[in-house]
């Protein structure tokens, strides 16, 4: 059974860092194109990163500069580095191994 849970998300203000990680049993990352998805209230589910099989990333233009995706194939978890966090981050950040999905960690910033 693949399972992808997300830890690591909570309510920070404006400007403060988090750090989401997703552990995945079932499944070796390695072996999966991987991302990290959002979803804000009243909105649909929009791509913030993903890390192909071969380690090249891409990132939402939102994002480009504060967000940092990675794998660590030794605990087999995908992980998320978040920086210079604004309001409109605020959202359910969903864990992606195509085409299994975690179930979500909410990230709240105040300003």
């Known amino acids: 059974q693949v399972q992808l849970v997300e830890s690591g998300g909570g309510a920070v203000q404006a400007g403060g860092s988090l750090r989401l990680s997703c552990v995945a049993s079932?499944?070796?990352?390695?072996?999966?194109?991987t991302a990290w998805y959002r979803q804000m209230p009243g909105r649909e589910r929009e791509l913030v990163a993903q890390?192909?099989?071969?380690?090249?990333?891409t990132y939402a233009d939102s994002v480009k500069g504060r967000f940092t995706i990675s794998r660590d194939s030794s605990k087999n978890t995908l992980d998320l580095q978040m920086k210079n966090l604004k309001s409109d981050d605020s959202a359910v950040y969903y864990c992606?191994?195509?085409?299994?999905w975690g179930q979500g960690t909410r990230v709240t910033v105040s300003s």
């Open positions: 992606h191994a195509f085409p299994h």
């Open positions: 079932g499944i070796r990352l390695i072996f999966y194109r």
């Open positions: 890390l192909g099989r071969d380690g090249h990333t």
